[in-house]
């Protein structure tokens, strides 16, 4: 039994990405209320977000979702300034047939070359502020011994940075040296 | 009171093979082809338990609503269609494998109470007997790589279901949920509401190593779950009679009725629930803990399945509310709030 991932949680796709109550911020998530049996959508930003929180009394359902794709599409700069349409046509992937338009509308890649094509995109888009977006998990046991280096000095770069943040330079710089020699092991590494 | 956090837990990792397009995007005898070679796979020795492979192309309309209910397929795998794709169960159920959903596979784990912690240890070790066969769409930076890109890192998403009827009831669920969305997770209510049961989990991409989502979502839900036993609390200090009323008027309903809905159902036994843990209520046979499992039972296709002719027992039957009724009745005979 899984909460049923309805395209409602996007419902706001092709529409307005700005909040519905003070109309200039961003919204960055979609409440869904059912009061006395009424269903509404609201898109809100964060501040806005609190205050209707803290406003609903006798409020009887509520969802909150981030909407991913509505995040992709306001990440884009070409929704705001619209690009020679020629330029945007040539952004494909050449083993999938995936558009930029394609992704921009169902939030969904073809194949794994799609996030070399459009890393600009996606980089963009998953710009998150606090939360690291390297990846520090699970990693294939039979991938690539380069794959693991890199995935080893992205978890030793995050710990640097916390160590920084704590004032624990000691512990900081035998955390930098280990970087520099993974470094040069991953220069001298052929794969 | 009961002393589990969460009321169920559920763990899905979506994996892709690098060498074949995405679902959506690969050619139908690609696909087909990946299913083979995956069957194959299940079939052989390497794993402790047994895959019981279905055949979804034979499988009703109440066999799939029936792994749905029993946490075993994701609603959106059942409701899809297309060439290739492809169902198996492990063991008796302590996992799954949908195949060629919207990715290749994804790994499904459910349980009823706290599980979250034992369920990755399972899917952890599958994931990585599937890797022995299966060359892994991965990239050091963004991690397993996934058709949503938002989706792409850990591939991980984790399901915390609670019970939280007192804070739905007295409008606090909102604050709760923009609290938890403010911490990256999502909340949605598993069955439209009924009962106050909600549904937790992650809702973006976080580069996070997995047992520190899993933590995550653990403090948050227990925030969320900490917060509902106190407003409980408050409402039998400042509201006892109503309190008393609300959890006796379910026990009578729930005592007799002949024709019962399946959201009905489940507000009657949260309530009784409730009792339950405020020490309100005596319902003999049934625990705080035994609630959810009750639940289960007396879901549409459960009913079908396990009380009616399967072959030609349909969702819409009228008979099956006349069931639940029955079942509720016996469930909760003797059962009184404590004067």
């Given at each position: 039994m899984y909460i049923d991932e309805s395209p409602d949680w996007n419902i706001e796709n092709d529409g307005s990405v700005v909040c519905d109550l003070c109309g200039t911020e961003p919204a960055t998530m979609h409440l869904l209320r059912v009061v006395d049996g009424v269903v509404s959508?609201?898109?809100l930003c964060p501040g806005c977000a609190e205050s209707v929180a803290e406003e609903n009394e006798?409020?009887?359902?509520?969802?909150?979702?981030?909407?991913?794709?509505?995040?992709?599409?306001?990440?884009?700069?070409a929704d705001e300034t619209p690009p020679d349409p020629p330029e945007r046509e040539e952004r494909f992937c050449?083993?999938?047939?995936?558009?930029?338009?394609?992704?921009?509308e169902s939030g969904m890649v073809g194949c794994i070359n799609c996030y070399q094509v459009f890393i600009d995109y996606l980089q963009t888009s998953f710009e998150t502020e606090g939360e690291p977006v390297e990846h520090l998990g699970k990693m294939p046991l039979r991938g690539p011994e380069s794959d693991a280096l890199k995935h080893e000095m992205m978890r030793l770069q995050r710990m640097l940075r916390e160590l920084v943040e704590c004032e624990r330079f000691e512990e900081a710089a035998g955390v930098r040296d280990r970087l520099t020699e993974l470094g040069q092991r991953l220069d001298g590494d052929p794969s | 009171m009961s002393a589990a956090v969460l009321t169920a837990s559920a763990l899905g990792l979506s994996r892709n093979e690098a060498d074949r397009r995405f679902p959506h995007a690969e050619d139908p005898a690609a696909l087909v082809e990946l299913r083979q070679e995956i069957f194959d796979t299940l079939k052989g020795g390497m794993w402790d338990r047994a895959w019981r492979v279905h055949d979804l192309e034979a499988m009703s309309e109440v066999e799939s609503t029936y792994l749905v209910e029993r946490g075993l397929m994701t609603p959106a795998f059942a409701e899809a269609t297309g060439e290739g794709r492809g169902f198996a169960v492990y063991g008796a159920g302590e996992a799954s494998l949908e195949?060629?959903?919207?990715?290749?596979?994804?790994?499904?784990?459910?349980?009823?109470?706290?599980?979250?912690?034992?369920?990755?240890?399972?899917l952890n070790l599958l994931d990585d007997r599937l890797e022995t066969v299966l060359t892994y769409a991965f990239d050091p930076r963004w991690g397993y790589l996934t058709t949503n890109p938002g989706r792409a890192g850990s591939g991980m998403r984790v399901y915390a279901t609670l019970h939280v009827p007192a804070l739905m009831l007295t409008g606090r669920?909102?604050?709760?949920?923009?609290?938890?969305?403010?911490?990256?997770?999502?909340?949605?209510?598993?069955?439209?509401?009924?009962?106050?049961?909600?549904?937790?989990?992650?809702?973006?991409?976080?580069?996070?190593?997995?047992?520190?989502?899993?933590?995550?979502?653990e403090d948050i839900s227990r925030g969320i779950v900490e917060k509902e036993r106190s407003v409980r609390k408050m409402l039998l200090r400042e509201s006892a009679v109503q309190t008393r009323d609300h959890i006796g008027r379910a026990l009578g309903v729930a005592q007799h009725s002949w024709s019962m809905s399946f959201p009905e159902a489940v507000t009657l036994v949260s309530a009784g629930q409730v009792g339950l843990e405020l020490g309100l209520a005596d319902i003999p046979g049934m625990t705080a803990t035994s609630a959810f499992g009750l639940i289960s039972r007396l879901q549409p296709a459960h009913i079908v399945m396990e009380h009616m002719d399967v072959k030609t027992g349909c969702l819409e039957s009228p008979e099956i509310d006349e069931i639940r009724a029955r079942l509720l009745r016996e469930e909760f005979a003797g059962a009184h709030v404590r004067s």
């Open positions: 959508h609201t898109h006798g409020l009887a359902l509520v969802l909150a979702v981030p909407s991913v794709l509505r995040h992709l599409g306001r990440s884009a700069p050449g083993v999938c047939g995936t558009t930029l338009t394609d992704l921009r | 195949i060629n959903g919207v990715d290749h596979v994804r790994l499904l784990g459910f349980r009823p109470g706290d599980g979250l912690a034992a369920l990755w240890t399972l669920l909102a604050g709760a949920a923009v609290g938890a969305l403010g911490q990256g997770l999502s909340m949605a209510p598993l069955w439209g509401g009924a009962g106050g049961i909600i549904q937790v989990s992650n809702a973006g991409r976080v580069g996070r190593p997995e047992k520190e989502i899993l933590q995550h979502v």
